[in-house]
């Protein structure tokens, strides 16, 4: 997937924007509080961008826009060990 502009992934998040709603009901119908609901958050999205890259830390956190240190230390501190590559 080839990079996209500001407007391109602002346009992106609109259309999210229902099925988004439908999650953020679920979670306050169940009391979820927003400190739990990001963390699970940044998890999953962490995990899924490092599955999209087959396990590559480098290519997922460019993809993220983070450095890679600051990807593994993420993953680290939510139960994730990843393997030290070289």
Do not use: C, W
């Not at 480098?58 to 983070?66: D, E, K, R, T």
């Amino acid at each position: 997937m080839s990079p996209a502009s500001t407007e391109e992934r602002r346009a992106s998040l609109r259309e999210l924007s229902e099925p988004l709603e439908a999650v953020f009901d679920a979670l306050l119908d169940r009391g979820v509080q927003l400190e739990e609901a990001l963390a699970v958050f940044e998890v999953r999205y962490l995990r899924s961008a490092v599955a999209r890259h087959g396990g590559n830390l480098s290519q997922a956190s460019v993809a993220l826009g983070i450095h890679r240190n600051t990807l593994r230390a993420k993953l680290q501190r939510n139960g994730r060990h990843p393997r030290r590559s070289g």
